[in-house]
């Protein structure tokens, strides 16, 4: 028996190391067209910047390790050029001799992966002009910057477009960042992408939002290269990295007539077999279905690919297998902070027209008593019935191990009753009697259940027109270093013996209570519903107002805090 | 209505909180034995040590405080000295005043916690020896290091024993730590505990397990007291901390007739409801079933606690709740090391007569071509059908993390299947494609399906008696190192190659198969099995081998590098 894997990376070369494990006899054949397999795809942004310092380290694998170790016949340089799916083969052409060959397979595994972007637009062809997907590229990169390239235009600023941005800060380059969105980061939702882009301006990014590429031109700067931007601004550059996204690598796939997506990836069933019985997919060339809404779509990240590669092998193996739909979870480092999400964005339910609540917390990432808590930026979405739908995080620590029990949440079906109950390690140096996970979950409860009605940023500029009764009950020291305009200031420790005070101001008018992070205007909102106000309390506080609505208009009285003292 | 609340900390404090929240116009009374309320019970040690700087950090409120926030009555230094359930009234003692007054209650709270265990044992009165559980015993603590003691022992290896032992030694003591028990940290599994032994012993921690405390004498070394074992041997001391427990402070409900459980902890429903339907309690002091074994028990934690007093709350106010069976779920740092644990030890299920396996692995707690990644050693357990019953993990980063994940999981009621699929944040500084998590799902699959037969520790004796052929698969250079006596030297790089060499060693014996941790002797083991050999592989390597039989009879060759250089 002969099986033939197509791409020496993380599906491919797991399906490989999996079928050796299965069968110690089965003749198993990879073939990779790149110079390497089982490369560490996702390091080369930090052997750009430096972190990674020896390239070796990125090659996890040779093809006489993978020989030595699991008696592959693993070959690099060849690449298949075809598949003749009536006679089982396929024709391989070495690139180094430029010579082709037939072979047979028994079962073949298309771990062919997805390639970069590359827009249409005038001057991408340019040396200067590089994607980061392979070692080969990373060396490229790097060559550009040993050359002595000063600075650098990023364009996409999605994962690959953020950690290239702090490999060329990290290697002492100026950098401008240019998406098309209006936020960076479109794997998250807006709010909480704000605090990424603060992030990257304080590291002295320039970041460039709602900005179209068009072209790369000669430079009139003394640059390498100008970047030409949709509007006509040009910005110099020695270096331009594109990061506009990957598609899926299916032209070999296309061209044997297998099942394609309206998007171009292989359509798999759940055993990961493809249109052609034996043939079988994985990875980033493939058609996943998504966790919570149920639609297709294509998820290019190592941790399915790699499952999806031993799941195949189990398959061809004759094993009961059902690879699982995708959560997408995954995590980004910029600068400081860290940003995760599980699960689609609130954004993106809307448009699948998913019914969901948000809530948005920030509570510590241990004990506050204990020396260095730093602040867990959470937001965590719901259906009616308390389901949990997706969360994302982002802050300076504990951000991967939330977004990890929340992703396991999100798989086990768990409600937010759920986590509110969730029993997690607390020891001040690592939690909190009431972990972040547990607060979200009860703020999610009282939300479902009437304890608390929250408003939001989305309607800032309405409750700024006079309707309503802003109050802000934080102390008035927060108060007088930065406030919302026409707001009245009554800390919720002095609320109940100033609730005449606030009756007569609201003069009939809904209360709209806030504070810095949500939780003493929940408070407040308890102490103003038993006095028969119509009340609600800011989701998140003024922190997540901040950052959805950067512009938002604040007043100072004093100058002597920051807007967000207690924050 | 009044409710009075008696202990004011975690689940009182909780439970005060939330009734506010629920009920504007409730008259709340809290009534607190001690001189502090709502402080950080589980700070008290990082304070004895100098991490928490300020005796203030542990005082989260203040009766003033919680007045201001919550319009509670606080009362510290009050006692409840008895309830009338007849008359539904308690007597409170103001200890300041000496006076004693009677109040009335609609619904009654008990949160009256626990009390460190104080054996029967001469000379335990002394002002030398200590506990650890609230700040005055904190304060009395540090008054001890700050007049100069010099030497410490503590008795008992649990959470807060060795939490002190760390402090202490923090603070320069010299430390012994006595432990009736034959290992320490007794949450734990021996063989994942035996590496908390070592750091301990790594940090000049004299450890004693095994051995008894006897008495408390008048010293003959010249320091402050001497501490007599059951064997006779005499520890020069000048502090002594208690550490061997705590038991639920029930006197006042065994006192009113509550229904107490054997172990004299309150009986209570979901609904945290006692025998007397107008008296709720929570916290140290209740029984609480295992969510695993289903077993009665008593779980002095604060996150369970909290949450309790929350559920407490919405009961009084009418509100459906149904509290959880709890899993413990634990963490404790020991200097260098975190160990963790969410449910029951494989001893314990042993005990309870639950059938079940464990696996031990040691992943990178992030990819290992990403620098600085740590070992983390994981065991996790899990019943024959693959339902996940507990896990326990050791290591310098990424613990708490993974036990987390798995405390969620087991709560879930998912498998090991699951443990496979759970889809978690990847990006090189904090975890790996395949993390730890989905590593030990596809392990204990592994050995469920039959592509793995693993042999244990308990098997070392039988090992070495020459009924089995001991291969071990590691590189020439580890075995030389140190290695089992009588071993045969192959790495698994070349068994294909020496089979028929192997196999005629054997001589018809079975194999057993070993490496550093656990994989290569798992990928030697198929091909053992599929020439036909009987073999089974080393479960958790040699790593897990010493940890469980420190005292394993160890062949040296060579002295260049250390036993396990991979490990």
Redesign the interface.
């Known amino acids: 028996m002969r099986i033939v894997v197509v791409g020496g990376v993380?599906g491919g070369m797991s399906a490989a190391a999996r079928l050796?494990?299965?069968d110690?006899?089965a003749e198993i054949v990879v073939l990779e067209r790149g110079p390497d397999v089982s490369f560490?795809n996702?390091?080369l942004p930090?052997h750009v910047g430096g972190?990674?310092r020896n390239r070796s380290?990125?090659l996890?694998h040779t093809p006489a390790?993978l020989h030595?170790?699991?008696?592959l016949d693993v070959r690099v340089r060849h690449e298949v050029t075809s598949i003749d799916r009536d006679a089982r083969t396929v024709t391989v052409r070495d690139l180094e001799a430029g010579t082709d060959a037939v072979l047979g397979y028994d079962a073949l595994v298309l771990a062919t992966g997805a390639e970069p972007i590359v827009p249409p637009l005038p001057g991408l062809d340019r040396p200067e002009v590089r994607t980061l997907r392979t070692v080969p590229d990373a060396d490229a990169l790097r060559d550009l910057l040993d050359a002595g390239a000063q600075s650098a235009v990023v364009v996409g600023a999605g994962?690959i477009g953020l950690?290239t941005v702090e490999a060329f800060r990290h290697r002492g380059l100026t950098v401008t960042l240019v998406e098309l969105a209006p936020q960076v980061l479109p794997a998250l939702d807006a709010d909480m992408a704000s605090m990424i882009e603060a992030e990257l301006r304080a590291h002295d990014v320039d970041v460039r939002t709602g900005a179209g590429l068009a072209a790369v031109e000669d430079s009139r700067s003394g640059r390498a290269v100008d970047v030409v931007l949709s509007d006509g601004e040009r910005i110099g550059a020695d270096v331009v990295l594109l990061g506009v996204g990957v598609r899926p690598s299916t032209a070999l796939a296309r061209a044997a007539g297998l099942e394609l997506s309206p998007a171009g990836a292989v359509v798999v069933t759940p055993s990961q077999q493809t249109s052609d019985p034996h043939i079988w997919a994985v990875g980033d060339a493939i058609q996943v279905t998504d966790f919570v809404t149920g639609a297709p779509g294509v998820v290019p990240?190592?941790?399915?690919?790699?499952?999806q590669g031993?799941l195949a092998a189990d398959a061809i193996m004759g094993r009961h297998v059902a690879s699982?739909p995708?959560?997408?979870?995954?995590?980004?480092?910029v600068f400081g902070l860290?940003a995760?999400v599980?699960g689609p964005t609130s954004r993106r339910l809307t448009a699948a027209g998913v019914e969901h609540r948000v809530v948005h917390l920030h509570p510590g990432h241990h004990?506050g008593?204990?020396?260095g808590a730093e602040s867990i930026h959470l937001a965590v979405i719901f259906a009616p019935d308390g389901g949990l739908l997706g969360a994302q995080a982002v802050g300076s620590a504990g951000v991967?191990?939330r977004?990890?029990?929340l992703?396991?949440?999100l798989?086990?079906?768990?409600t937010v009753d759920?986590l509110?109950?969730?029993?997690?390690?607390?020891?001040?140096?690592?939690?909190s009697?009431?972990?972040a996970i547990?607060m979200a979950g009860?703020l999610a409860q009282n939300v479902l259940d009437g304890?608390l009605t929250t408003w939001s940023a989305a309607e800032l500029d309405s409750v700024l027109d006079g309707s309503v009764l802003l109050l802000d009950v934080r102390s008035a020291r927060e108060f007088a270093v930065g406030h919302l305009p026409g707001a009245l200031n009554v800390p919720?420790?002095?609320l109940?013996g100033r609730i005449d005070e606030v009756v007569e101001a609201a003069a009939g008018r809904p209360v709209r209570a806030l504070c810095a992070s949500g939780f003493r205007s929940?408070?407040a909102h308890?102490?103003l519903t038993?006095h028969g106000l119509d009340s609600a309390s800011l989701d998140g506080g003024l922190t997540t107002l901040l950052a959805a609505r950067p512009d938002a208009p604040i007043v100072v009285d004093s100058v002597r805090e920051p807007v967000l003292a207690s924050r």
């Not at 030595?68 to 008696?71: N, T, Y």
């Open positions: 993380a050796r494990r299965l110690e006899t560490a996702c390091g930090y972190e990674i380290a990125l996890l390790s030595a170790s699991l008696d994962f950690e990240l190592a941790g399915p690919a790699n499952r031993r699982s995708v959560l997408g979870t995954a995590i980004v480092r860290t995760a599980t004990a008593y204990y020396p991967d191990k977004i990890d029990v992703a396991t949440a798989r086990a079906g768990m759920d509110a109950e969730l029993e997690l390690a607390y020891a001040p140096p690592f939690g009697a009431k972990d547990n009860f304890m919720h420790t002095r109940r929940y408070l308890r102490v038993s």
